[in-house]
Protein backbone atom coordinates (compact mmCIF):
# COMPACT_ATOMS: atom_id res chain seq x y z
CA UNK A 1 0.00 0.00 0.00
CA UNK A 2 2.73 2.41 0.89
CA UNK A 3 4.44 2.14 -2.95
CA UNK A 4 0.76 2.97 -4.03
CA UNK A 5 0.65 5.71 -1.99
CA UNK A 6 3.78 7.40 -2.46
CA UNK A 7 2.67 7.25 -6.20
CA UNK A 8 -0.59 8.63 -6.01
CA UNK A 9 0.94 11.32 -3.61
CA UNK A 10 3.37 12.25 -6.33
CA UNK A 11 0.56 12.69 -8.76
CA UNK A 12 -1.23 14.89 -6.99
CA UNK A 13 1.54 17.12 -6.27
CA UNK A 14 2.88 17.04 -10.32
CA UNK A 15 -0.78 17.70 -10.79
CA UNK A 16 -0.45 20.73 -8.52
CA UNK A 17 2.75 21.96 -9.08
CA UNK A 18 1.55 21.99 -12.86
CA UNK A 19 -1.29 24.80 -11.96
CA UNK A 20 0.67 26.29 -9.92
CA UNK A 21 3.07 26.97 -12.81
CA UNK A 22 0.65 28.32 -14.33
CA UNK A 23 -1.03 30.79 -12.09
CA UNK A 24 2.46 32.01 -11.87
CA UNK A 25 2.66 32.77 -14.78
CA UNK A 26 -0.87 34.31 -15.07
CA UNK A 27 0.30 36.47 -11.76
CA UNK A 28 3.33 37.91 -13.39
CA UNK A 29 1.82 38.62 -16.75
CA UNK A 30 -0.54 40.74 -14.92
CA UNK A 31 2.25 42.30 -12.72
CA UNK A 32 0.83 41.23 -9.68
CA UNK A 33 2.96 39.50 -6.23
CA UNK A 34 1.61 36.72 -4.76
CA UNK A 35 2.52 36.03 -1.04
CA UNK A 36 1.51 32.64 0.78
CA UNK A 37 1.17 33.19 4.27
CA UNK A 38 1.58 29.96 6.38
CA UNK A 39 2.19 29.50 10.36
CA UNK A 40 0.64 27.57 12.88
CA UNK A 41 -2.51 27.78 13.88
CA UNK A 42 -2.57 30.74 16.42
CA UNK A 43 0.45 32.91 15.08
CA UNK A 44 -0.98 35.98 14.53
CA UNK A 45 -1.50 35.36 10.33
CA UNK A 46 -4.84 37.05 10.58
CA UNK A 47 -4.10 40.41 12.26
CA UNK A 48 -1.04 40.74 10.64
CA UNK A 49 -2.97 40.68 7.42
CA UNK A 50 -5.36 42.45 8.59
CA UNK A 51 -2.37 45.44 9.70
CA UNK A 52 -1.07 45.14 5.87
CA UNK A 53 -4.56 45.70 4.42
CA UNK A 54 -5.67 48.44 6.38
CA UNK A 55 -2.19 49.84 5.17
CA UNK A 56 -1.85 49.14 1.73
CA UNK A 57 -5.81 50.25 1.37
CA UNK A 58 -5.00 53.52 3.01
CA UNK A 59 -2.14 54.29 1.01
CA UNK A 60 -4.36 53.25 -2.60
CA UNK A 61 -2.43 50.31 -3.36
CA UNK A 62 -4.73 47.31 -4.74
CA UNK A 63 -4.66 44.79 -2.80
CA UNK A 64 -6.89 41.44 -2.42
CA UNK A 65 -7.01 38.26 -0.38
CA UNK A 66 -8.03 34.73 -0.14
CA UNK A 67 -8.01 33.05 3.21
CA UNK A 68 -8.21 29.21 4.27
CA UNK A 69 -9.83 27.93 6.67
CA UNK A 70 -11.15 24.43 7.36
CA UNK A 71 -14.46 26.07 8.68
CA UNK A 72 -16.21 29.52 9.48
CA UNK A 73 -15.65 32.75 7.55
CA UNK A 74 -14.78 34.80 10.41
CA UNK A 75 -11.31 35.72 8.76
CA UNK A 76 -12.50 36.93 5.67
CA UNK A 77 -15.34 39.11 7.47
CA UNK A 78 -12.46 40.43 10.03
CA UNK A 79 -10.37 40.93 6.62
CA UNK A 80 -12.56 42.30 4.64
CA UNK A 81 -12.95 45.54 6.85
CA UNK A 82 -9.72 46.60 6.27
CA UNK A 83 -11.90 47.73 2.64
CA UNK A 84 -9.89 45.20 0.28
CA UNK A 85 -11.56 42.48 -1.69
CA UNK A 86 -11.74 39.13 0.46
CA UNK A 87 -12.85 35.46 -0.40
CA UNK A 88 -12.99 32.72 1.94
CA UNK A 89 -11.74 29.33 0.85
CA UNK A 90 -13.21 26.32 3.53
CA UNK A 91 -11.47 23.23 3.15
CA UNK A 92 -14.19 21.51 5.09
CA UNK A 93 -11.36 18.72 6.86
CA UNK A 94 -8.17 19.12 4.20
CA UNK A 95 -4.82 20.57 5.47
CA UNK A 96 -3.88 22.83 3.28
CA UNK A 97 -4.60 24.69 0.26
CA UNK A 98 -3.99 23.81 -3.53
CA UNK A 99 -3.62 25.60 -6.77
CA UNK A 100 -6.75 24.41 -8.00
CA UNK A 101 -8.81 25.94 -5.32
CA UNK A 102 -6.98 29.01 -4.84
CA UNK A 103 -7.60 29.30 -9.04
CA UNK A 104 -11.36 28.84 -9.07
CA UNK A 105 -12.06 31.63 -6.44
CA UNK A 106 -9.87 33.91 -8.36
CA UNK A 107 -12.75 33.55 -10.69
CA UNK A 108 -14.51 36.98 -11.82
CA UNK A 109 -11.35 39.21 -10.37
CA UNK A 110 -9.28 41.19 -12.87
CA UNK A 111 -5.70 40.08 -11.78
CA UNK A 112 -4.55 43.24 -13.82
CA UNK A 113 -6.27 45.35 -11.76
CA UNK A 114 -4.68 44.48 -8.58
CA UNK A 115 -0.73 44.98 -7.16
CA UNK A 116 -1.37 42.52 -4.71
CA UNK A 117 -2.64 39.19 -3.48
CA UNK A 118 -2.26 37.62 -0.30
CA UNK A 119 -3.28 33.87 0.24
CA UNK A 120 -3.97 32.78 4.12
CA UNK A 121 -2.95 29.69 4.29
CA UNK A 122 -4.32 27.07 6.93
CA UNK A 123 -3.21 26.95 9.91
CA UNK A 124 -0.69 23.92 10.15
CA UNK A 125 2.97 23.96 9.98
CA UNK A 126 3.90 20.73 7.62
CA UNK A 127 1.45 19.99 5.26
CA UNK A 128 1.26 23.27 3.33
CA UNK A 129 4.81 23.18 2.68
CA UNK A 130 4.50 20.45 -0.25
CA UNK A 131 1.76 22.57 -2.28
CA UNK A 132 2.93 25.85 -4.46
CA UNK A 133 0.22 27.59 -4.90
CA UNK A 134 1.74 30.11 -7.66
CA UNK A 135 2.60 32.46 -5.32
CA UNK A 136 6.05 34.39 -6.31
CA UNK A 137 6.57 34.32 -2.21
CA UNK A 138 6.45 32.27 0.30
CA UNK A 139 6.35 33.72 3.64
CA UNK A 140 6.24 31.94 7.17
CA UNK A 141 4.91 33.54 10.25
CA UNK A 142 6.32 32.53 13.97
CA UNK A 143 5.12 33.42 16.78
CA UNK A 144 7.33 34.56 20.04
CA UNK A 145 4.94 32.63 21.96
CA UNK A 146 5.31 29.19 19.84
CA UNK A 147 8.86 28.54 20.75
CA UNK A 148 12.79 29.23 19.35
CA UNK A 149 13.26 25.22 18.32
CA UNK A 150 10.36 25.40 15.38
CA UNK A 151 12.42 25.89 12.44
CA UNK A 152 14.32 22.90 13.71
CA UNK A 153 11.33 20.88 14.10
CA UNK A 154 9.74 21.82 11.00
CA UNK A 155 12.65 22.21 8.74
CA UNK A 156 10.50 21.84 5.41
CA UNK A 157 8.28 24.72 6.15
CA UNK A 158 11.33 26.96 6.79
CA UNK A 159 13.49 25.69 4.14
CA UNK A 160 10.67 26.11 1.53
CA UNK A 161 9.88 29.73 2.64
CA UNK A 162 11.02 33.16 1.26
CA UNK A 163 10.76 35.48 4.36
CA UNK A 164 10.17 34.61 8.01
CA UNK A 165 8.10 37.26 10.08
CA UNK A 166 8.42 36.81 13.70
CA UNK A 167 4.83 38.03 15.09
CA UNK A 168 3.53 39.15 18.47
CA UNK A 169 6.71 40.87 19.31
CA UNK A 170 5.14 43.03 22.18
CA UNK A 171 4.85 39.19 23.88
CA UNK A 172 8.63 39.09 23.69
CA UNK A 173 8.75 39.42 27.83
CA UNK A 174 6.31 38.05 28.98
CA UNK A 175 6.86 34.80 27.09
CA UNK A 176 10.93 35.43 27.68
CA UNK A 177 11.37 35.00 23.87
CA UNK A 178 15.12 34.18 23.18
CA UNK A 179 15.47 36.12 19.49
CA UNK A 180 19.18 34.91 18.98
CA UNK A 181 18.22 31.63 19.81
CA UNK A 182 15.13 32.02 17.03
CA UNK A 183 17.43 33.51 14.70
CA UNK A 184 20.47 31.31 14.45
CA UNK A 185 17.52 28.21 14.45
CA UNK A 186 15.94 29.79 11.26
CA UNK A 187 19.26 30.40 9.57
CA UNK A 188 20.40 27.02 10.57
CA UNK A 189 17.44 26.07 8.70
CA UNK A 190 17.93 28.41 5.96
CA UNK A 191 20.81 30.96 5.65
CA UNK A 192 20.59 34.43 5.04
CA UNK A 193 16.76 34.69 4.91
CA UNK A 194 14.85 37.94 5.24
CA UNK A 195 13.45 38.30 8.94
CA UNK A 196 11.29 40.26 10.21
CA UNK A 197 10.36 41.31 13.66
CA UNK A 198 6.73 42.50 13.92
CA UNK A 199 3.73 43.50 15.74
CA UNK A 200 0.58 44.11 14.55
CA UNK A 201 -0.44 45.04 17.73
CA UNK A 202 1.99 47.87 18.49
CA UNK A 203 3.02 48.36 14.84
CA UNK A 204 7.11 47.54 15.56
CA UNK A 205 8.81 46.06 12.10
CA UNK A 206 5.26 47.02 10.41
CA UNK A 207 7.16 49.75 8.22
CA UNK A 208 9.78 47.69 7.45
CA UNK A 209 7.60 44.94 5.83
CA UNK A 210 5.39 47.04 4.22
CA UNK A 211 8.94 48.78 2.45
CA UNK A 212 10.35 44.60 1.19
CA UNK A 213 6.64 44.58 -0.56
CA UNK A 214 7.24 47.35 -2.59
CA UNK A 215 10.66 46.46 -3.35
CA UNK A 216 9.18 43.03 -4.28
CA UNK A 217 6.49 44.37 -6.17
CA UNK A 218 9.02 46.53 -8.58
CA UNK A 219 11.18 43.78 -8.51
CA UNK A 220 8.16 41.50 -10.20
CA UNK A 221 7.15 44.52 -12.48
CA UNK A 222 10.58 44.50 -13.79
CA UNK A 223 9.08 40.80 -15.21
CA UNK A 224 5.93 41.97 -16.48
CA UNK A 225 5.45 41.69 -20.73
CA UNK A 226 4.81 45.45 -22.34
CA UNK A 227 1.18 46.36 -22.24
CA UNK A 228 -0.21 46.27 -25.97
CA UNK B 1 -7.96 11.02 -9.69
CA UNK B 2 -10.26 12.15 -6.76
CA UNK B 3 -11.94 8.76 -5.91
CA UNK B 4 -8.78 7.18 -6.11
CA UNK B 5 -7.45 9.39 -3.23
CA UNK B 6 -10.87 9.16 -0.85
CA UNK B 7 -10.71 5.38 -2.00
CA UNK B 8 -6.72 5.04 -0.69
CA UNK B 9 -6.92 6.79 2.38
CA UNK B 10 -10.21 5.17 3.75
CA UNK B 11 -8.08 2.14 2.91
CA UNK B 12 -4.88 3.47 5.48
CA UNK B 13 -7.51 4.90 7.85
CA UNK B 14 -8.90 1.27 8.30
CA UNK B 15 -5.39 0.07 8.66
CA UNK B 16 -4.83 2.30 11.22
CA UNK B 17 -8.00 1.66 13.05
CA UNK B 18 -7.72 -2.16 13.29
CA UNK B 19 -4.16 -1.58 14.61
CA UNK B 20 -5.45 0.95 16.79
CA UNK B 21 -7.54 -1.17 18.27
CA UNK B 22 -5.50 -4.21 18.75
CA UNK B 23 -3.15 -2.00 20.58
CA UNK B 24 -5.80 -0.85 22.95
CA UNK B 25 -6.72 -3.84 23.73
CA UNK B 26 -2.98 -4.74 24.46
CA UNK B 27 -3.13 -1.32 27.59
CA UNK B 28 -6.77 -2.20 28.60
CA UNK B 29 -5.46 -5.98 29.17
CA UNK B 30 -1.86 -4.44 30.83
CA UNK B 31 -4.08 -2.45 32.88
CA UNK B 32 -2.17 0.62 31.21
CA UNK B 33 -3.63 3.97 31.18
CA UNK B 34 -2.85 5.61 27.60
CA UNK B 35 -3.23 9.31 26.80
CA UNK B 36 -2.92 11.08 23.11
CA UNK B 37 -1.82 14.77 23.44
CA UNK B 38 -2.76 17.04 20.47
CA UNK B 39 -2.17 20.72 19.62
CA UNK B 40 -0.55 23.18 17.11
CA UNK B 41 3.08 23.56 17.33
CA UNK B 42 4.04 25.67 20.37
CA UNK B 43 1.04 24.77 22.53
CA UNK B 44 3.49 23.88 25.26
CA UNK B 45 2.67 19.79 24.84
CA UNK B 46 6.09 19.17 25.92
CA UNK B 47 6.13 21.19 28.99
CA UNK B 48 2.86 20.09 30.04
CA UNK B 49 4.25 16.70 29.60
CA UNK B 50 7.75 17.01 31.37
CA UNK B 51 5.53 18.68 34.63
CA UNK B 52 3.47 15.81 34.29
CA UNK B 53 6.04 13.39 33.97
CA UNK B 54 8.34 14.50 37.34
CA UNK B 55 5.26 15.16 39.34
CA UNK B 56 4.09 11.02 38.33
CA UNK B 57 7.86 9.70 38.90
CA UNK B 58 8.12 11.53 42.20
CA UNK B 59 5.14 9.80 43.16
CA UNK B 60 6.44 6.87 42.51
CA UNK B 61 3.90 6.40 39.45
CA UNK B 62 5.24 4.57 36.48
CA UNK B 63 4.62 6.63 33.80
CA UNK B 64 6.55 6.18 30.33
CA UNK B 65 6.33 8.52 26.71
CA UNK B 66 6.22 8.49 23.35
CA UNK B 67 7.15 12.01 21.30
CA UNK B 68 6.33 12.24 17.81
CA UNK B 69 8.40 15.11 16.09
CA UNK B 70 8.83 15.55 12.16
CA UNK B 71 12.81 15.99 12.73
CA UNK B 72 14.89 16.17 15.86
CA UNK B 73 14.78 14.01 19.44
CA UNK B 74 15.12 17.27 21.43
CA UNK B 75 11.71 16.99 23.17
CA UNK B 76 13.04 13.15 24.00
CA UNK B 77 15.87 14.26 25.78
CA UNK B 78 13.91 17.24 27.26
CA UNK B 79 11.02 14.42 28.87
CA UNK B 80 13.72 11.84 29.62
CA UNK B 81 15.31 13.87 32.38
CA UNK B 82 11.92 13.52 34.50
CA UNK B 83 13.30 9.79 34.97
CA UNK B 84 10.62 8.02 33.04
CA UNK B 85 11.42 6.35 30.07
CA UNK B 86 10.63 8.26 27.39
CA UNK B 87 11.22 7.22 23.25
CA UNK B 88 11.54 9.46 20.28
CA UNK B 89 9.28 8.91 17.19
CA UNK B 90 10.97 11.02 14.12
CA UNK B 91 8.29 11.12 11.04
CA UNK B 92 10.62 12.82 8.80
CA UNK B 93 7.99 14.54 7.21
CA UNK B 94 4.91 12.96 8.35
CA UNK B 95 2.07 15.83 9.75
CA UNK B 96 1.34 12.90 12.29
CA UNK B 97 1.56 9.41 14.22
CA UNK B 98 0.17 6.47 13.30
CA UNK B 99 -0.83 3.04 15.32
CA UNK B 100 1.81 1.17 13.46
CA UNK B 101 4.72 3.32 14.71
CA UNK B 102 3.50 3.17 18.39
CA UNK B 103 3.42 -0.27 18.27
CA UNK B 104 6.78 -0.70 17.02
CA UNK B 105 7.91 2.19 19.27
CA UNK B 106 6.69 0.02 22.17
CA UNK B 107 8.68 -2.92 21.68
CA UNK B 108 10.80 -3.96 24.45
CA UNK B 109 8.79 -2.25 27.20
CA UNK B 110 6.62 -4.40 29.38
CA UNK B 111 3.31 -2.76 29.51
CA UNK B 112 2.30 -4.55 32.58
CA UNK B 113 4.83 -2.54 34.46
CA UNK B 114 3.55 0.66 33.29
CA UNK B 115 0.35 2.55 34.69
CA UNK B 116 0.84 5.66 32.28
CA UNK B 117 1.67 6.01 28.64
CA UNK B 118 1.70 9.65 27.08
CA UNK B 119 2.26 9.65 23.05
CA UNK B 120 2.80 13.35 22.57
CA UNK B 121 1.41 13.60 18.86
CA UNK B 122 3.23 16.06 16.09
CA UNK B 123 2.42 19.72 16.43
CA UNK B 124 -0.66 19.78 13.99
CA UNK B 125 -3.95 20.75 14.68
CA UNK B 126 -5.73 19.09 11.98
CA UNK B 127 -4.41 15.31 10.36
CA UNK B 128 -3.81 13.64 13.66
CA UNK B 129 -7.26 14.09 14.09
CA UNK B 130 -8.38 11.33 12.06
CA UNK B 131 -5.51 8.58 13.30
CA UNK B 132 -6.21 6.52 16.60
CA UNK B 133 -3.28 5.49 18.29
CA UNK B 134 -5.22 2.80 20.38
CA UNK B 135 -5.24 5.70 23.28
CA UNK B 136 -8.07 5.47 25.66
CA UNK B 137 -8.44 9.62 26.42
CA UNK B 138 -7.68 11.90 23.34
CA UNK B 139 -6.43 15.30 25.18
CA UNK B 140 -6.18 18.21 22.99
CA UNK B 141 -4.18 21.45 24.08
CA UNK B 142 -4.74 25.20 23.42
CA UNK B 143 -2.77 27.87 24.66
CA UNK B 144 -4.12 30.85 25.77
CA UNK B 145 -1.65 33.15 22.91
CA UNK B 146 -3.86 31.34 19.98
CA UNK B 147 -6.81 32.60 20.18
CA UNK B 148 -10.09 31.66 21.39
CA UNK B 149 -11.83 30.67 17.83
CA UNK B 150 -9.51 27.69 17.04
CA UNK B 151 -12.17 25.25 18.37
CA UNK B 152 -14.42 26.96 15.91
CA UNK B 153 -11.80 26.75 13.04
CA UNK B 154 -10.76 22.74 13.73
CA UNK B 155 -13.45 21.23 14.94
CA UNK B 156 -12.53 17.56 13.88
CA UNK B 157 -9.93 18.05 16.43
CA UNK B 158 -11.70 19.06 19.31
CA UNK B 159 -14.81 16.98 18.69
CA UNK B 160 -12.84 13.78 18.72
CA UNK B 161 -11.14 14.98 21.92
CA UNK B 162 -12.17 13.60 25.30
CA UNK B 163 -10.74 16.47 27.82
CA UNK B 164 -9.18 20.46 26.94
CA UNK B 165 -6.11 21.42 28.72
CA UNK B 166 -5.58 25.45 27.99
CA UNK B 167 -1.59 25.63 28.49
CA UNK B 168 0.40 28.80 29.30
CA UNK B 169 -2.35 30.26 31.85
CA UNK B 170 0.15 32.69 33.56
CA UNK B 171 0.24 33.89 29.79
CA UNK B 172 -3.41 35.12 29.90
CA UNK B 173 -3.16 38.49 30.77
CA UNK B 174 -0.41 39.49 28.54
CA UNK B 175 -2.45 37.69 25.84
CA UNK B 176 -5.59 39.10 26.34
CA UNK B 177 -7.03 35.81 26.67
CA UNK B 178 -11.08 35.66 26.60
CA UNK B 179 -11.83 32.73 28.89
CA UNK B 180 -15.50 32.60 28.51
CA UNK B 181 -15.16 32.91 24.61
CA UNK B 182 -12.75 30.01 24.86
CA UNK B 183 -14.50 28.12 26.91
CA UNK B 184 -18.08 28.99 25.16
CA UNK B 185 -16.16 27.78 21.69
CA UNK B 186 -14.74 24.55 23.03
CA UNK B 187 -18.43 23.63 24.58
CA UNK B 188 -20.02 24.61 21.67
CA UNK B 189 -17.99 21.90 19.61
CA UNK B 190 -17.98 19.52 22.49
CA UNK B 191 -20.78 20.09 24.50
CA UNK B 192 -20.36 19.15 28.49
CA UNK B 193 -16.14 18.44 28.11
CA UNK B 194 -13.97 18.45 30.71
CA UNK B 195 -11.53 21.51 30.26
CA UNK B 196 -8.64 22.40 32.56
CA UNK B 197 -6.90 25.65 32.84
CA UNK B 198 -3.23 25.35 33.26
CA UNK B 199 0.02 26.53 33.65
CA UNK B 200 3.03 24.02 33.98
CA UNK B 201 5.24 27.35 34.62
CA UNK B 202 3.35 28.28 38.00
CA UNK B 203 1.61 24.79 38.52
CA UNK B 204 -2.19 26.31 38.01
CA UNK B 205 -4.50 23.66 37.60
CA UNK B 206 -2.14 20.81 37.61
CA UNK B 207 -3.20 19.24 40.38
CA UNK B 208 -6.33 19.46 38.85
CA UNK B 209 -5.16 17.81 36.30
CA UNK B 210 -3.13 15.36 38.18
CA UNK B 211 -6.82 14.26 40.10
CA UNK B 212 -8.35 13.24 37.14
CA UNK B 213 -5.20 11.19 35.77
CA UNK B 214 -5.69 9.19 38.67
CA UNK B 215 -9.68 8.55 38.28
CA UNK B 216 -9.05 7.52 34.99
CA UNK B 217 -6.40 5.19 35.63
CA UNK B 218 -8.99 3.82 38.50
CA UNK B 219 -11.92 3.76 35.81
CA UNK B 220 -9.81 1.95 33.35
CA UNK B 221 -8.37 -0.73 35.76
CA UNK B 222 -11.64 -1.55 36.88
CA UNK B 223 -12.31 -2.77 33.16
CA UNK B 224 -8.73 -4.82 33.52
CA UNK B 225 -9.14 -8.59 33.46
CA UNK B 226 -8.53 -10.24 36.71
CA UNK B 227 -4.70 -11.92 36.76
CA UNK B 228 -4.12 -15.30 36.83
Known amino acids: MKTRIVELRRGILEKNDKLAAGLRNRFSTAGLLVLNLVSSPGSGKTAFLEWTLRK ?120 EFDREAAVKNINEIRPGIRIFETSAKTGTGMEEWLGYLAEQRVGERAHEPARQ
Open 56 to 175: LVREDARAAALVGDLETDNDARRLASSGAPVRQINTHGECHLEAEWVSKHLEGWELGALDYLFIENVGNLVCPSNYDLGEQIRVVLLSVSEGEDKPLKYPTMFNSADAVVITKMDLAGPC
